[in-house]
T-cell receptor, first 115, second 113 residues
Framework: EAGVTQFPSHSVIEKGQTVTLRCDPI?????LYWYRRVMGKEIKFLLH????????ESGMPNNRFLAERTGGTYSTLKVQPAELEDSGVYFC?????????????FGSGTRLTVV | DQQVKQNSPSLSVQEGRISILNCDYT??????FLWYKKYPAEGPTFLIS?????DKNEDGRFTVFLNKSAKHLSLHIVPSQPGDSAVYFC????????????FGTGTSLTVIP
């Protein structure tokens, strides 16, 4: 079984530019999550999709962040325009069930640097 | 405000000895707890979990202890091995209200050969 794939692995952009992160979950996993870790701090929840629907987007920092999951397969997270404080590692995770007794499966993350 | 705290950023242990990683939480509604292990440039991987109806869960060299009254959990690794060197994250959730996990800031464990 292929794991959760994230692309790109690294991105360096200038303040004010737009960046789109992509996540391909494990096939058959209806639940997809985005998390972010900023500079050695905790890993923080951003949002949760069930198939193509946003189940919980309470962690999205502001309206510069837009997440989509068209067709309930892969997901994108767009940051527009990017600010310096958006720098961090963005993790995507997926799970088959809504209450994952074994946690999620995480991707390797996208390291975003805004300069 | 951070609901899950790992107050030790780093820990060094000799190979063969016990590693004890600690985690405190503030939300008494949390009923499910996990530990994740993370190597550099990789995503966190699930290690072990515990439900609030238990106070101990064991899986091989890894044991998680939960003290609900103190809102404290710990991960014991015995014996520690060099391959255990990684960052360990504690995470908690209220399962019935959604499955967002709240993570701590992580503890970097170094096992010295």
């Amino acid at each position: 079984e292929a794991g959760v794939t994230q692309f790109p692995s690294h991105s360096v952009i200038e303040k004010g530019q737009t960046v789109t992160l992509r996540c391909d979950p494990i096939s058959g996993h209806d639940n997809l999550y985005w998390y972010r870790r900023v500079m050695g701090k905790e890993i923080k929840f951003l949002l949760h999709f069930v198939k193509e629907s946003k189940q919980d987007e309470s962690g999205m920092p502001n309206n510069r962040f837009l997440a989509e999951r068209t067709g309930g397969t892969y997901s994108t997270l767009k940051v527009q325009p990017a600010e310096l404080e958006d720098s961090g590692v963005y993790f995507c995770a997926s799970s088959r069930y809504r209450t994952p007794n074994y946690g999620y499966t995480f991707g390797s993350g996208t390291r975003l640097t805004v300069v | 405000d951070q609901q899950v705290k790992q107050n030790s950023p780093s820990l060094s242990v000799q190979e063969g000895r016990i590693s004890i990683l600690n985690c405190d939480y503030t939300n008494s509604m949390f009923d499910y707890f996990l530990w994740y292990k993370k190597y550099p440039a990789e995503g966190p991987t699930f290690l072990i979990s515990i439900s609030s109806i238990k106070d101990k869960n064991e899986d091989g060299r890894f044991t998680v202890f939960l003290n609900k009254s103190a809102k404290h959990l710990s991960l014991h690794i015995v014996p520690s091995q060099p391959g255990d060197s990684a960052v360990y994250f504690c995470a908690a959730s209220v399962l019935n209200t959604g499955n967002q996990f709240y993570f701590g800031t992580g503890t970097s464990l170094t096992v010295i050969p």
